[in-house]
């Protein structure tokens, strides 16, 4: 039995796009459940108040420690009153959504069927065993009444009628925030503030460290029916003064370098509203490598109108969409496509979480310019009443944080580590009782050393919760007038008493190699500053620095005499450049160039390019060599962005 309103819902909600790409809406997997004997519930009653009607549903969340059971309290008016319902859950193994059938199963929602039961005038509940479901903790659930209805004696018949949803209780957790504010919001992939470190023996050591960039006092409003494509249909493109429902952030808005090194973790958003939310759906999306698994919308390309150059992207998409699209004859690269993310009495200050998925991960690329996104798709205001949020009702951004990972092998001898005890107040208004500045050589590092990474461990008396903090160090580069600090203040979000804060310094300061320029000055100094926390005062216990000395050599000069003999050799002058844009050497510009350059880029061994064809492809002259950027400079001149593919002299 499929749910008639869910499919009014995605009807409903705009398809959203992102770079060029489209969205289309939330979707949840709708079927049928039946009831179980009633269970000792211990947790407290969550009041809601929703009329339920048939075709309606509540969607709500398991609680994050999971759960053995749930009841619903549903009051009517009306003795005898007939009530046919459903529920399914979101499960921790696949198929990853089961039915409770009426024969007290679970089962996949395509085999389920609804349960049927009588309710008594006033309040009568509904008990549901997840114990066996292997129900997900923190996963999605739906409630949904197929039929409600009461006998009319002046008519002679069943009368359809409503009931109230008044109260979701589990057995061991709740399902619901308080009013003003989404809560219980968390990250399940890697987290800010850890860390590893393994020396390889062979003069390497391979460092990992997850970071949190935060953009705080953001203001950028979302407006839900208005996104990419509805522009692109009407051949415009949107300035910062017309309404969207999305917005993409930049790695490079939070600091983040461009590097092969980088792992994107999870993206946090704040959504602020001047009226009470109660349903909020959002997806997100992310540049992935033009072709490669996760690209949902090269997919696309020649089987769904208006995505012939669509491509580097990953959407987020409702399961119904995706079949729609399957069934038109697209093929994923990945089985499992994010479905969106829906939190239930949201409040007035929204926090959201997007987990980039492993398989995602993979294919994600992290240059500057490359996004991450996020797209509000539905909303409600009112439980009672299911009054949408329309365009007229804005909700509006106005924070944001980006997690990522940085894995490095380094060159590496030792580390040098030193006992302190400087205490930070971050609410002193001298930036000296904030700063932690220390000599290197008070580090035990020395002039010959090369530094890679600092780790910094701290300490409170009380919880710290958020910890902001930023980064700096001395330089030998006369042109950053010797110091280079991290451009955006870094955290660490829950942390408790203490903290290890592991610093490797980028490619720009460190570089990647031995043979690499390492700038930072070891006669110079560190910064550790400590702007934000629970706790106004930290103190700094320990500071380690992993560091290299570059081998030294030492030259013997030697007269010898020698004997010149004269050849002629016959040379061949290097290849030069036939056609700007054309990597594949087929005499056209067009757009298999640039997809050929953004394969070889992901596979080189399975997609080869010639010589020629390298200096063809090669029209970004700021980098040497095929990138991402000469692929994308080919699009913009095929799509007249780019008035030629000649390289500016």
Request: charged content about 25%; aromatic content about 10%.
């Amino acid at each position: 039995m499929k749910n008639n309103l869910s499919r009014r819902i995605r009807a409903s909600v705009v398809s959203l796009t992102m770079a060029a790409a489209m969205l289309p809406a939330y979707a949840a997997p709708a079927n049928a459940v039946t009831t179980m004997p009633d269970l000792s519930v211990v947790s407290e009653n969550v009041g809601v108040s929703q009329t339920m009607k048939v075709d309606s549903v509540y969607e709500g969340t398991i609680p994050d420690d999971g759960a053995d059971s749930v009841t619903f309290t549903l009051d009517t008016s009306y003795a005898g009153q007939s009530f046919s319902y459903g529920f399914g859950c979101s499960t921790q193994e696949s198929p990853y959504w089961l039915e409770l059938d009426k024969s007290g199963k679970w089962v996949d929602g395509s085999e389920a069927e609804g349960s049927a039961c009588k309710l008594d005038k006033a309040s009568s509940t509904i008990t549901i065993d997840l114990s066996k479901a292997g129900a997900k903790p923190g996963g999605k659930f739906e409630f949904r009444c197929y039929y409600s209805a009461h006998w009319d004696n002046s008519k002679g018949d069943m009368v359809d009628n409503t009931v109230k949803l008044t109260g979701v209780e589990f057995d061991g957790g709740s399902s619901s925030s308080s009013p003003g504010s989404s809560s219980g919001v968390e990250s399940k992939n890697k987290k800010s503030g850890s860390w590893s470190f393994k020396d390889n023996k062979d003069g390497t050591a391979t460092i990992s460290a997850t970071v949190t960039k935060q953009l705080d006092e953001l203001d950028y409003d979302l407006t839900v029916g208005y996104d990419e494509d509805y522009y692109a249909e009407k051949g415009v493109t949107p300035d910062e003064s017309d309404p969207i429902n999305s917005h993409k952030f930049k790695y490079e808005d939070f600091g983040v370098p461009s590097s092969d090194d980088i792992t994107i973790e999870s993206l946090y958003v704040v959504v602020e509203a001047d009226y009470d939310v109660d349903k909020f759906m959002y997806g997100c999306g992310t540049n992935v490598a033009m072709g490669s698994p996760s690209d949902t919308e090269y997919a696309k390309r020649g089987i769904i109108d208006g995505k012939d150059d669509a491509g580097y992207w990953y959407n987020e998409m409702g399961a119904e969409s995706k079949e729609e699209f399957e069934d038109a004859g697209v093929e994923f690269g990945i089985s499992e496509i994010g479905e969106g993310t829906t939190l239930e009495g949201a409040g007035k200050y929204i926090e959201c979480i997007w987990d980039v998925p492993a398989e995602v991960q993979k294919d994600q690329t992290h240059h500057s310019y490359d996004s991450i996104g996020f797209q509000f798709w539905y909303g409600t205001k009112d439980a009672s009443k299911y009054t949408e949020i329309t365009s007229s009702d804005p909700v509006t951004i106005t924070s944001a944080a980006l997690t990522y990972t940085v894995t490095k092998t380094i060159p590496y001898t030792a580390s040098s580590k030193t006992t302190q005890s400087k205490t930070l107040d971050c609410t002193a208004s001298s930036d000296s009782k904030k700063n932690f500045e220390i000599g290197y050589d008070d580090l035990g590092i020395e002039s010959d050393m090369d530094v890679y990474a600092i780790r910094f461990d701290v300490s409170a008396s009380k919880e710290i919760k958020k910890l902001v903090y930023g980064t700096g160090t001395g330089t030998t580069s006369e042109a950053d007038d010797y110091w280079y600090q991290e451009p955006v203040n870094s955290v660490v979000l829950g942390a408790g008493k203490s903290a290890e804060i592991m610093w490797i310094l980028p490619d720009k300061v460190a570089g990647k190699t031995a043979d690499d320029a390492n700038i930072v000055n070891p006669d110079g100094n560190v910064v550790f500053g400590y702007y934000y926390g629970e706790a106004d005062t930290i103190t700094v216990k320990n500071v380690e620095v992993y560091y290299y000395i570059p081998e030294t050599t030492t030259t013997t000069t030697t007269t010898t005499t020698t004997t010149t003999t004269t050849t002629t050799t016959t040379t061949t002058a290097p290849p030069s450049v036939t056609d700007w844009g054309d990597t594949n050497c087929d005499g056209t510009v067009e757009l298999a160039d640039a997809i050929l350059i953004m394969q070889t880029l992901a596979s080189p061994n399975k997609y080869a390019v010639t010589d020629q064809g390298r200096l063809n492809g090669d029209v970004d002259k700021s980098t040497v060599g095929l990138t991402s950027n000469d692929a994308l400079f080919i699009q913009e001149y095929l799509l007249h962005l780019r008035q030629s593919l000649v390289p500016a002299t």
